[in-house]
């Protein structure tokens, strides 16, 4: 894999491609941990929550890409894109879900109903 700075990111010189994927994993990690504490009472902020998730895994994606791209093509690489496109996958899901949420809190709203 290389491991040369990652080109076009500001303080890259001093970070490696690896390093800056792990890091923006790891930060995304975080993200996940906090987004099981968001309140899904309601159907608009289950789709709210369900926006979010497919946000993580869009970024989950971009992540696997970065690291897809670098380097000579080999095992890791090969994980990185089947990585990315499951994260993609996993993203498209959540939107859907999301707009079936909204779906329903509108049609819930017509009626009256919360």
Do not use: N
Not at 19 to 36: D, K, P, Q, S
Not at 70 to 92: F, K, L, M, N
């Amino acid at each position: 894999m290389d491991r040369s700075p990652l080109p076009g990111v500001a303080g890259s010189s001093k970070v490696d491609t690896a390093t800056l994927v792990e890091r923006g994993l790891r930060r995304l990690l975080y993200a996940e941990i906090a987004w099981h504490d968001m309140p899904e009472r309601t159907r608009e902020e289950r789709a709210v929550k369900e926006d979010r998730r497919a946000e993580l895994y869009a970024r989950e994606a971009r992540w696997f890409g970065i690291l897809s791209r670098v380097g000579p093509y080999d095992v890791y690489t090969s994980a990185a894109i089947r990585a990315q496109c499951s994260a993609e996958r996993h993203a498209e899901t959540w939107r859907e879900f999301a707009e079936q949420s909204r779906s329903l809190a509108a049609r819930g709203a017509l009626r009256g109903v919360a």
